[in-house]
């Protein structure tokens, strides 16, 4: 695939897809607008998947001769690759393939369950009433959509026509530029190039209201009123807060659909549809973090991409730095800080477990040959790219002065794709001073140290303003470590007045201390457990994980409970069908906890 991109630049691609629901099968064709860019291009590979199957495919010249030169079916073989795709190889004749000159190739196919691809019968459904597709391409799961070049490093425009049964609303991340009720047949056109893992399409009951001049809520009926209400009129705002740090948002619109619990991550930052699973509803703070997130990577990762995915901070460390600069012009450096707090912990826990040393905690990974790059999305590609982003801006002594820098780095690559050198080379150019000053080699904290040394960031940001909300969670936390607890002291908290991300920092540390004596389990479960029992789903999972830690069997009861309520969308399913069900076979991978706590 690398050899192709060399060969062929890819301008555009267009889908026409119908999609049935009885027998889960997209099936229809695929055109793509390429450019030989040197002579004797004999082959051109892309990236599939065994779950893809081709029918048949064509070249056609557009306007050669005063019409269109059609060439005969080619040949085409597919070959294994890796456990995660195969390679399309596809013949092309010679006396059409010239340099510089447009051709088009049609791939017909149909896929079906690809790792790509989620359907999901009625019942899994939130309103368990009609069922509901949905994709999700990253990193590299859309070869199983479309045959494509399965790269961040490649982007184009694109174009879809697609085809549903009755009753069936379809959103693609584009803008929708057509829809016909009687033929049922949606049309989408996106005018900015992106790469193959930033096309999505979710289908089902879907309705939406407008939250603003350019967002609206997508979501089943029976969600659709809580997620507006939940959301109100904060994105415009946190819009207008990240156009004012980063310059203007591109996409055109920011909608947001919200998709069932099984949705396998939180949140998608597919360009004009930002995809995000239901369950956040319940904690407001979470719900609003991560939404600052996907709008921040409508500037880093969407506009200016990773061009490898061994350097996936250059996305996610970015769009957090991004997201931390919006909520602390919006509510503040002791809310960001303590939203930090509570992420650089999580960090320090998974360097605990991994050691100092494993490799996986490199800014840049170094992927051997077939790993899967979505095997690899760890808190170092957040929290420790975040760290050398916060780094960069304090080099510069002044946060505005590195505002500056960000809006001009998005203007000078804006639709491209990048390599952390690329982004370097541009912040040393923008401060002369600093490349002057030979920053890139202070001792220590070397560029090239941060970026391939093992480990935990070589320094983390001043914190110190979280104070005022981190303390006081603290403090209880070493009140419960005191042997015995003080009943009296540990009363003057309560934990009902603090914030969402407040509670879980507590939950965390006294994960981290555990084991915790039985005598200490029971005082915190009849000080917490029925509190807690009526906060949101973040709160609730972190104290089920400390009871399976210390085996408090009292509590073990609401293990079960929460699984019905958050996992099994079915009640009359049980825990054990659940198990062996093919939602969680598919993304059991992604869902350590619920399956620590099933065991």
């Not at 047949?185 to 893992?197: G, L, W």
């Not at 090239?448 to 983390?460: A, F, I, T, V, Y």
Request: net charge negative.
């Amino acid at each position: 695939l690398a050899e192709s991109t060399r060969l062929c630049s890819l301008r555009h691609f267009h889908l026409d897809l119908r999609l049935n629901f009885a027998v889960k099968e997209i099936t229809g064709w695929q055109v793509l607008e390429l450019v030989a860019l040197q002579p004797g291009v004999q082959t051109l590979v892309l990236d599939t998947h065994p779950s893809l199957l081709i029918h048949s495919i064509d070249c056609k010249v557009p306007g050669s001769t005063g019409a269109q030169d059609i060439s005969p079916s080619l040949t085409y073989r597919v070959d294994p690759f890796t456990d995660y795709g195969s390679s399309l190889n596809i013949s092309l004749p010679a006396y059409v393939i010239r340099p510089h000159r447009a051709f088009q190739i049609t791939v017909r196919y149909t896929t079906t369950d690809g790792p790509a691809i989620w359907w999901l019968d009625a019942e899994l459904t939130c309103g368990q009433t009609r069922p509901l597709v949905f994709t999700q391409g990253h990193s590299v799961c859309n070869r199983s959509f479309f045959p494509c070049f399965d790269t961040p490093a490649v982007k184009s425009t694109y174009t879809a026509t697609v085809r549903v049964p009755e009753g069936v609303t379809v959103l693609m991340s584009a803008s929708r530029s057509a829809y016909s009720k009687q033929d049922r047949v949606f049309q989408f056109s996106m005018e900015y190039p992106v790469p193959a893992y930033l096309v999505a399409l979710v289908a089902g009951d879907l309705q939406h209201v407008d939250i603003g001049p350019r967002s609206r809520v997508w979501a089943e009926p029976c969600i659709l009123t809580c997620a507006v209400s939940k959301l109100g009129g904060s994105v415009e705002r946190w819009l207008n807060v990240a156009e004012d740090l980063f310059g203007p948002y591109v996409w055109g619109r920011y909608d947001i659909v919200f998709l069932p619990p099984s949705f396998p991550i939180v949140a998608m930052e597919n360009p004009c549809l930002t995809f995000i699973i239901s369950s956040i509803l319940e904690s407001r703070e979470f719900l609003l973090i991560d939404v600052i997130h996907e709008i921040a990577h409508g500037w880093f990762g969407n506009a200016v991409t990773n061009a490898t995915w061994e350097e996936m901070w250059l996305s996610e460390g970015l769009a957090t730095y991004a997201q931390r600069r919006i909520t602390t012009e919006a509510y503040g450096e002791a809310f960001t800080c303590l939203e930090t707090v509570f992420r650089l912990d999580a960090l320090h826990r998974q360097m605990r477990l991994l050691g100092d040393n494993n490799p996986v905690s490199k800014l840049q990974v170094k992927f051997e040959p077939g790993i899967n790059p979505s095997s690899l999305m760890n808190l170092f590609t957040y929290e420790k790219g975040f760290c050398f982003v916060s780094y960069l801006s304090q080099l510069c002594g002044n946060v505005k002065r590195f505002d500056s820098f960000l809006r001009a780095y998005i203007e000078q690559f804006k639709f491209s794709s990048v390599v952390a050198q690329d982004l370097l080379d541009f912040f040393l150019g923008f401060f002369p001073e600093l490349k002057e000053s030979c920053v890139a080699q202070r001792e220590g904290l070397e560029f090239e140290r941060w970026l391939n040394g093992c480990g935990p960031p070589l320094c983390e940001p001043d914190l110190s303003a979280g104070g005022v909300l981190t303390g006081p969670v603290q403090s209880l936390c070493d009140l419960w470590a005191s042997e015995p607890p003080d009943p009296e002291a540990i009363a003057n908290f309560n934990l009902s007045s603090w914030n969402t991300f407040q509670t879980v920092l507590f939950l965390d540390r006294l994960l981290d201390r555990s084991p915790l004596s039985h005598d200490v389990m029971g005082q915190l479960s009849r000080c917490y457990s029925a509190q807690l029992d009526e906060m949101n789903a973040e709160v609730r999972i972190r104290w089920l994980q400390i009871v399976v830690r210390n085996s408090f069997y009292p509590d073990l009861p609401r293990i079960r409970g929460f699984l019905h309520k958050h996992w099994i969308t079915n009640p009359n399913a049980n825990v054990e069908n659940a198990v062996e069900s093919d939602r969680l076979k598919k993304c059991k991978n992604k869902l350590p906890l619920l399956t620590t706590l099933l065991i």
